[in-house]
Each structure stands twice: as structure tokens, then as C-alpha cells.
């Protein structure tokens, strides 16, 4: 398969993003990855690997390094095709700062002020400048693609209303220049808990790595932390809001072998959590057993995944460039090209 990446389509622009400060979890694949996935058929997607965003919290060096590769190898092996989307590196863009200052000038700080995420994050990292300004280089990120539809999750609709703002904004004072972006709010959205705390979402910096099933995990990995999974009093699988640990359980099964809850609550019907757990196990290994497989061929395959990375920046780069060269001029900015 050519890793040559396609002419965009007159289809929507669509513009998503992970950061690459840990290995992706489960939670990432059931609801990111999968839905990115089924949107390549109807959508011009762009999908960027967020290295400038994961400065914020010193990340180390290496582990950077490692953890970026890690992330573009895992699109592809769950499923992204770089023949129909992009597939490329922040920081391999420098449109996204450039672009960046200047939505500065139009991003105010009562609205910066408000948001969730720097106040979380500062508690633990420290409340420095990139964490502050972190929304509207992400604002940038989705701007300069001229992206119609931007998929989010609960912590991200706040930084999306800012992307919106500051291109109104822009518009207002400027003319039409950018896409307001829509949210996508897609349909096969599961959420997935914390496996030692089902009132918690599954979380990549979670410190107790059994709360955690990460794509990466060997399969004795998974089957031991499923084991290990907290439950609700009582042995019947049954779902409901009152037994959040098994809901949480079953909502997995259900991911993995496509049965409805109903399904799965017929089945097991009579029997405890041993049997459940060891099922879901071995239906979690088997679901993630070609995407591991396909993931290790493409990091062993430096040349591929180097290639793949430099043509989707070099194809998002054009399209950047697009939009940026736009924005100077409508500023006034000289322009010796």
C-alpha cells in the first residue's frame, strides 16, 4: 500500500488531535481512534500528533521523542489510512505558532480565564504561560486547516468555543477569513472508566497503571488488570447507573464483540464475575490483537512511518501556508514572495 496521501476532496474538512504525553489507553481507541477511523468516508480528515501542546508539562526529552512516533504508528495501525487522510506532526507545521501570535491578539483573557483545563493542570504542573495560552494555539491548530468539524469530548467543547470566538472575531474585523468550526458529536462515543475507579474517566496519567488498559498492553497485561477490576456489591451482571464498575465492565464487553447490553446481561445470566471477567479478557486481547500487531510492524518499519509523517506535513504545510499567507495580507503584514 502507497503511503501517498490523496488531493483533498470537496468533502468537510475535519481536524482532530492527541497529545503525545503517554502511551494511548483504551479510552483513547473507544472514543477517538475508532470513530476517526469510520469518519475517513466521510470526511477530508486531518489528524496531528500535538507535540507543541505536550511542552506544557516538561515532558522528558527522550520519552517525547519516543511517545510522538508512538502516537503517529498507532493512528495508523488502528485503522487511519494515509492514502485518504493526513497524517502528520505539530511541530512539523510552523504555520501553528505563527498563527498562534497573531489569534492571540484576538483571544481575550476573561475568556482564557475561565478555562477548566488550566485551572486542573495548573494545580499539578504550575500555572506557567503555555498551559495559559495553551487554547489558542489549539485554536490555531484547527484554523489554519479551514476545518468545518472538529470531534470533542466534554473537557475539550470549551476550547472549541474559543476557536469560534476568535475566528468571529477575526472575520468581524477582517472580513470572511476562516471556517467557523462546528463540534462533531460522534455516534459510537463510549466512555470509558477508570478501572479502579468507575467514577473517573480513563486516564493515560492515571499513577496506578491497573486503573488503566493501555493499546500497548501485553495480553497476560490485560487479562491481569481485568482480573483485578474493581466490581459492585453483589454477583449479577446487571447494568445500571447504581453499579458503575460493572456498567463499566460491560460497556467494554459490548465494545469488543459488538453485542448489546441486553446481550450480554442474556448470556451471563447465572453466572459471577469470574466468568464475566475472563470472557471480557479474551474478548479485549482479541479485539487488540491486530492493531498491536500492525503497530509493531510499523515502529520496526522506520523508513514507512518516517514517510508517512514528513508527506502528511508536507501536505498539511501547503494547506497551512494557504491560510496563513491569507491572514497576513488581510493584516498587513509584508509579504517578499
Known amino acids: 500500500m502507497s503511503d501517498q496521501t490523496t488531493p483533498?476532496?470537496?468533502?468537510?474538512?475535519?481536524?482532530?488531535?492527541?497529545?503525545?504525553?503517554?502511551?494511548?489507553?483504551?479510552?483513547?481507541?473507544?472514543?477517538?481512534?475508532?470513530?476517526?477511523?469510520?469518519?475517513?468516508?466521510?470526511?477530508?480528515?486531518i489528524y496531528c500528533v500535538v507535540d507543541l501542546h505536550a511542552l506544557t508539562i516538561?515532558?522528558?526529552?527522550?520519552?517525547?521523542?519516543?511517545?510522538?512516533?508512538?502516537?503517529?504508528?498507532?493512528?495508523?495501525?488502528?485503522?487511519?489510512?494515509?492514502?485518504?487522510?493526513?497524517?502528520?506532526?505539530?511541530?512539523?507545521?510552523?504555520?501553528?505558532?505563527?498563527?498562534?501570535?497573531?489569534l492571540g491578539s484576538f483571544s481575550m483573557m476573561g475568556e482564557l480565564n475561565k478555562m477548566t483545563q488550566f485551572k486542573e493542570k495548573s494545580d499539578k504542573h504550575g500555572?506557567?504561560?503555555?498551559?495559559?495560552t495553551y487554547p489558542v494555539l489549539q485554536a490555531a491548530d484547527i484554523l489554519l486547516y479551514q476545518a468545518h468539524c472538529v470531534p470533542v469530548g466534554e473537557d475539550q467543547k470549551?476550547?472549541?468555543?474559543?476557536s469560534r470566538n476568535v475566528a468571529e472575531r477575526f472575520n468581524h474585523h477582517y472580513s470572511e477569513t476562516f471556517t467557523v468550526p462546528e463540534p462533531y458529536i460522534t455516534k459510537l462515543g463510549a466512555r470509558v472508566m477508570s478501572l479502579q475507579d468507575p467514577t473517573k474517566k480513563m486516564s493515560k496519567s492515571d499513577n496506578n497503571r491497573n486503573a488503566t488498559i493501555?493499546?500497548?498492553?501485553?495480553?497476560?497485561?490485560?487479562?491481569?488488570?481485568?482480573?483485578?477490576?474493581?466490581?459492585?456489591?453483589?454477583?449479577?451482571?446487571?447494568?445500571?447507573?447504581?453499579?458503575?464498575?460493572?456498567?463499566?465492565?460491560?460497556?467494554?464487553?459490548?465494545?469488543?464483540?459488538?453485542?448489546?447490553?441486553?446481550?450480554i446481561e442474556e448470556r451471563f445470566s447465572g453466572k459471577g464475575y469470574g466468568d464475566f471477567k475472563t470472557d471480557l479478557a479474551e474478548a479485549l486481547v482479541t479485539m487488540l490483537q491486530p492493531i498491536q500487531e500492525?503497530?509493531?510492524?510499523?515502529?520496526?518499519?522506520?523508513?514507512?512511518?518516517?514517510?508517512?509523517?514528513?508527506?502528511?506535513?508536507?501536505?498539511?504545510?501547503r494547506r497551512a501556508h494557504r491560510t496563513l499567507r491569507k491572514v497576513y495580507k488581510k493584516l498587513g503584514i509584508v509579504d517578499v514572495e
Open 8 to 45: 483533498p476532496t470537496t468533502r468537510p474538512v475535519l481536524f482532530s488531535a492527541m497529545q503525545p504525553s503517554s502511551e494511548l489507553t483504551l479510552g483513547n481507541y473507544v472514543g477517538a481512534l475508532r470513530n476517526w477511523v469510520a469518519l475517513q468516508d466521510e470526511f477530508d480528515c
Open 58 to 102: 516538561h515532558p522528558e526529552p527522550a520519552a517525547l521523542r519516543k511517545q510522538t512516533l508512538d502516537v503517529a504508528a498507532m493512528y495508523v495501525a488502528s485503522g487511519i489510512d494515509p492514502e485518504r487522510s493526513i497524517v502528520f506532526v505539530q511541530s512539523h507545521v510552523p504555520a501553528h505558532t505563527q498563527l498562534a501570535w497573531v
Open 127 to 132: 500555572a506557567n504561560i503555555g498551559l495559559y
Open 158 to 162: 470549551q476550547h472549541l468555543e474559543l
Open 214 to 263: 493501555f493499546l500497548s498492553d501485553a495480553p497476560d497485561d490485560i487479562r491481569r488488570k481485568i482480573k483485578r477490576a474493581v466490581t459492585d456489591s453483589g454477583t449479577d451482571i446487571r447494568y445500571g447507573a447504581e453499579r458503575p464498575a460493572i456498567s463499566n465492565l460491560m460497556e467494554l464487553y459490548h465494545v469488543a464483540t459488538g453485542l448489546s447490553i441486553g446481550a
Open 294 to 317: 500492525r503497530y509493531a510492524a510499523l515502529r520496526h518499519d522506520k523508513e514507512r512511518l518516517h514517510t508517512i509523517i514528513q508527506r502528511g506535513a508536507e501536505e498539511a504545510s
